[in-house]
């Protein structure tokens, strides 16, 4: 159980304010999705959960990003185990190189875990939830880029479970996969909600409506509506909501 | 209008055509040259066909090899007793030593007297042995011809001898310079890898942008700068800080010659490793970084990894700039031909060899023809270099897909 909050959040690229004063409230066992046309800001926004935004050169942040009440952008504060709280699955599958299992492990041995057995019994019970077990359980050793594109981002998923998140970031996580993948990574997310906390940002609404309690829209920088996903795709209070879900913009 | 274009289009291809060809023919056109030239060197006898080696028909000794006979000309030995023979003192007689035993009366004005003379001289000494030209021999010569051995192959490869110009028997044994070729070679590869791998690992993961863009193309300047320039500045700077450091007597060895090349190989291997490492997917990095893993970790597990064939690439690209360098190596090695047996020695390397030879080596002759088999077997070790490169890329190429 995670409590994910962001405070205030102002993000610049250099002279560029790409998130204007956001703050929001995670419930634990929901997903949130986020939504809005490309550039809004909302996978920087994903992205400041994990501080992958520390790589991009010029960026800057002011607020907080507090889980389980803790600042992560606090000096002093360890990268590698903010990492490790929350696993992130990317737009595109990116299985490194190596083997299936290999890939699942990694993230266990980069944190110094090397005993076999202890591995052998994380890596088969992060395949099974993440329903790629039945699939792979006899090649293990195969390389994964020999996998399907929608078995490969189960694959990242699995490999992101693997070191125990309690916050699982999306990004796009099914927009390179075809229809059938697609339904299979979101009956996965269903089932994952029951124990992690999950943030997706995705660019199809359908999607959004079917998977999310909760629903952000962003634009330009600025956090448009955030409610229950019902609400704001029957009931909309902002007339800009109204006009991006049903399509007149964006 | 249409029919113009496509005479035009016909033209164009024309051109493109014998523009390849012509090229393809000329690289081809080098290669049968450099190995119609080297070949001739085992084809051809130590002795030109006008000279004569000769014994006096008393001596006993036989299985002169071409090895013996060199050292016998080089007074090696003093009678025919090592040799198997008789007591009998070596003497060596050749046009010049004809000149100062007998005068130039006694050869008479023309020199019609010389076949006679030399008769004369082989029956007086049955230790004799001669070396002279064929017309000087009397047609009752009281001695016999001694047909010396074709270089062959094996002892071209493995003779530790490269004396190529001694009379009457040159010698050309290229192990020296192959081992003083690879010594340097390997001596440059161990100093540039540690520190183009370093250097290109900092500018593709940790500089800035800013920095990378002003240390890449310094390092690029490098490549440009003329080799002779770098023997210089290895003479200059680098030969008598050895010379110095080590306290030798000469500062001209292995070494130096390895640091030179070194640098020399630095671009390449800096430029390639650079490249590939920074063809490692944004999406790799950000993955491992997500799940925890230091830069540093993902810099080892997965940029490196991701990037190895590009790496031995790089290496082995270093080492074929290396292996060929003539200029700055000829400058600070010391150019030595005995086999170095460590890295503070004098060394010759084939690319040295040939450069520093090849002026005075007479046309056509066997010295040229050596020189010649010299450069097919580095062209031998440049395309072996080229082949590795090429299989370590179809393999990647293979594992990528």
Known sequence: MIQAEAKNINVWYGGFHALKNISMNFNPNTVTAFIGPSGCGKSTFLRL????????????????????????????????????????????????????????????????????????????????????????????????????????????????????????????????????????????????????????????????????????????????????????????????????????FG | ???????????????????????????????????????????????DDNHVIAISSQNPVKDLTADKLAKIFNQDYATWQELGGTKDSVKILTTSTLMSIYTEEQLGANGENIPSKVNEYVKAHPGAILFMSKSFL?????????????????????????????????????????????????????????????????????????????????????????????????????????????NLDVGETILAGSIILGIMALPTIITVAEDALRTTPRALKEASLALGASEWQTLRKVVIPYAKSGISTAIILGIGRAIGETMAVLMVTGNSSNIPTSFLQPARTIPATIAAELGEAPYGGLHFKALFALAVILFLFTIIINLTVEVIKNKARKQSA
């Open chain 1, 49 to 248: 959960f994990n501080r992958m935004n520390d790589l991009i050169p010029n960026f800057r942040l002011e607020g907080e990003i507090l889980l389980n009440g803790q600042n992560i952008y606090d000096k002093g504060v360890r990268l590698d185990e903010i990492r490790k709280q929350a696993g992130m699955v990317f737009q595109k599958p990116n299985p490194f190189p190596k083997s299936i299992y290999d890939n699942v492990a990694y993230g266990l041995r980069v944190n110094g875990n090397n005993n076999k057995t202890e591995l052998d019994g994380i890596v088969e019970n992060a395949l099974r939830q993440a329903a790629l077990w039945d699939e792979v359980k006899d090649v293990l050793k195969k390389s994964a880029m020999e996998l399907s594109g929608g078995q490969q981002q189960r694959l990242c998923i699995a490999r992101a479970l693997a070191v125990q998140p309690q916050l699982i970031l999306m990004d796009e996580p099914a927009s390179a996969l075809d229809p059938i993948s697609t339904a299979r990574v979101e009956e996965l997310m269903l089932e994952l909600k029951k124990n992690y906390t999950i943030i997706i940002v995705t660019h199809n609404l359908q999607q959004a409506g079917r998977i999310s309690d909760y629903t952000a829209f962003f634009y330009l920088g600025e956090l448009v509506e955030y409610n229950a996903t019902e609400k704001i795709f029957l009931n909309p209070e902002k007339e800009r909501t109204q006009n991006y879900i049903t399509g007149r």
């Open chain 2, 138 to 246: 009397p047609a009752d010569f009281a001695g016999r011809e001694i047909a010396v051995d074709k270089i062959s192959l094996k002892k071209f490869l493995t003779g530790t001898h490269w004396y190529p110009t001694s009379s009457p028997i040159p010698q050309f044994g290229i192990w020296a310079i192959i081992m003083g070729t690879l010594m340097v070679t390997l001596g440059a590869i161990l100093f540039a890898i540690p520190l183009g791998m370093a250097t290109a690992i900092y500018l593709s993961e940790i500089a800035s942008m800013r920095l990378r863009n002003i240390v890449k193309p310094i390092v690029e300047l490098l490549a440009g700068i003329p080799s002779v320039v770098y023997g210089f500045f290895g003479l200059i700077v680098v030969v008598p800080l050895i010379q110095k450091g080590f």
């Open chain 2, 1 to 47: 209008m249409r029919k113009f274009r496509d005479i035009y289009e016909k033209i164009i291809v024309g051109v493109l055509f014998s523009s390849s060809t012509i090229t393809s023919l000329t690289v081809i056109l080098i290669i049968v040259f450099l190995f119609k030239e080297g070949i001739g060197l085992f084809n051809h006898a130590v002795v």
